[in-house]
């Protein structure tokens, strides 16, 4: 069975720039999630993805924005980015439904620097 | 506001000794309490808790959910070096929105 995979590991962009992160979720699982972590600090969530439709969102203005695909992996992306966007951007699957839950299963992550 | 805090911050014990790690939480429409291991990047599932009361245990780990008064602890005997990482809370509602709690670093010294 195949984890959660995300690319890139490492970027580094400057203020203004847009960027596209990705993920692979885990085999069977049809729901990823997108969470935000700046150093010390917890994952904040920025939204989640299922079947292809956006089914929860974070505090995070529109220039975060996301997709799922039919495969359902799934893209972030961040327009005009800013100095406080650096963090670890974390992706998680889970083999949920809308009406149900279980336990998320993490990708190690995009390290994304704005300069 | 929803939110999720853990305690103590930090924390640095010796090889042996047993540590409780703390969270609480205010949720609205709750669903259910998970604990995180950290150690480098991704996050590493431990316990998932829906039931008060009932204690959930794996090797030297276990954990348990309070309903009533929101928190729950997870608790670590024996605790060895590899035990060293970030320990997360999350708590999800039924909307699908998780909050996390900022994390208790554990520190072991050998």
């Known amino acids: 069975e195949t984890g959660v995979t995300q690319s890139p590991t490492h970027l580094i962009k400057t203020r203004g720039q847009q960027v596209t992160l990705r993920c692979s979720s885990q085999?069977?699982?049809?729901?990823v999630s997108w969470y935000q972590q700046a150093l010390g600090q917890g994952p904040q969530f920025i939204f989640q993805y299922y079947r292809e439709e956006e089914n929860g969102r974070g505090n995070f203005p529109p220039r975060f924005s996301g997709l799922q695909f039919p495969n359902y992996s799934s893209e972030l992306n961040v327009n005009a980015l800013e100095l406080d966007d650096s963090a670890l951007y974390l992706c998680a699957s889970s083999p949920t439904g809308t009406r149900s839950y279980n336990e998320q299963f993490f990708g190690p992550g995009t390290r994304l620097t704005v300069l | 506001e929803d939110k999720v805090v853990q305690s103590p911050l930090s924390l640095v014990v010796h090889e042996g000794d047993t540590v409780t790690l703390n969270c609480s939480y205010e949720?609205?429409?709750?669903?259910?309490l998970l604990w995180y291991k950290q150690e480098k990047k991704a996050p590493t599932f431990l316990f998932m808790l829906?039931?008060?009361?009932i204690e959930k245990k794996s090797g030297r780990l276990s954990s348990i959910l309070d309903k009533k008064e929101l928190f729950s602890i997870l608790n670590i005997t024996a605790t060895q070096t590899g035990d060293s990482a970030v320990y997360l809370c999350?708590?999800?509602?039924?909307?699908?929105?998780?909050?996390f709690g900022t994390g208790t670093s554990l520190t072991v010294i050998p």
């Open positions: 949720v609205t429409n709750f669903r259910s």
């Open positions: 999350a708590a999800p509602n039924t909307g699908n929105q998780f909050y």
């Open positions: 085999s069977g699982h049809n729901t």
């Open positions: 829906t039931s008060s009361g």
